[in-house]
């Protein structure tokens, strides 16, 4: 049973770099069977997509986001990674790295726990 | 791109049916087979709980269904239970974004 878990700060300052990192055990990320995923979720809001990369380090990007975010992977450490720039009180969500398991056709079938990130002024 | 159309809120009684729309366009929803449904219970992660439209993923209870006509997604939830009470949502694929999700639902049990 793939885990997944989150770690990073939980407080950025504004206009700076959020970075996340998200630790896969129970299965190897260089498997090649799923697409690697980080997803938001405002306080109290619904889901937004973020992006993914591909074991490769093929990426996909919400056209959003896409000037500020950038996800890597790092087989070696079974990690990837979500950094997002000039944050604002915007970017205040809990951040969740997933699996998406159908060809990054959207089926996230594992997901870690959520970390919350808030924006600081 | 806007988020996929859902009812805010819905709600039925133990035993009874309901279900939740999912409407977008020809660019997501009408145009792929690649709707999936998510249960969130407060304070957790989101569960994947039909993809491609109509397919529950091992463990998901078969109360749990999925269909989808034109632009429009249904999930249906049958027999309802206490525990069903959470929010609900889609998601879709996308040309544009790759993937999109429903502003959410959050379902009642009465």
């Known amino acids: 049973q793939v885990q997944l878990q989150e770690s990073g700060p939980g407080l950025v300052n504004l206009s700076q770099t959020l970075s996340l990192t998200c630790t896969v055990s129970?299965?190897?990320?260089?498997?090649?069977?799923?697409?690697w995923t980080w997803i938001r979720q405002h306080p109290g809001k619904g889901l937004e997509w973020i992006g993914y990369?591909?074991?490769?380090?093929?990426?996909y990007y919400n056209p959003s986001l896409e000037s500020r975010v950038t996800i890597s992977v790092d087989t070696s450490k079974n990690q990837f990674s979500l950094r997002l720039n000039s944050v604002t009180a915007a970017d205040t969500a809990v951040y969740y790295c997933?699996?998406?398991?159908?060809?990054?056709?959207?089926?996230?079938?594992?997901w870690g726990q959520g970390t919350l990130v808030t924006v600081s002024s | 791109q806007s988020a996929l159309t859902q009812p805010a809120s819905v709600s039925g009684s133990p035993g009874q049916s309901i279900t939740i729309s999912c409407t977008g366009t020809?660019?997501?929803?009408?145009?792929?087979?690649?709707v999936s449904w998510y249960q969130q219970h407060p304070g957790k992660a989101p569960k994947l709980i039909i993809f491609?439209?109509?397919n529950r993923p091992s463990g998901v209870s078969n109360r749990f269904s999925g269909s989808k006509s034109g632009n429009t997604a249904s999930l249906t939830i049958s027999g309802l239970q206490t525990e069903d009470e959470a929010d609900y949502y889609c998601?879709?694929?996308?040309?544009?974004?790759?993937?999109?999700f429903g502003g959410g639902t959050k379902l009642t049990v009465l």
């Open positions: 129970g299965g190897s990320i260089s498997s090649g069977d799923y697409y």
């Open positions: 997933a699996r998406d398991s159908n060809g990054g056709y959207g089926a996230v079938d594992s």
């Open positions: 990369v591909y074991y490769s380090g093929s990426t």
């Open positions: 998601s879709s694929y996308t040309t544009i974004t790759t993937a999109i």
């Open positions: 020809s660019s997501d929803v009408g145009g792929y087979n690649y």
């Open positions: 491609d439209v109509s």
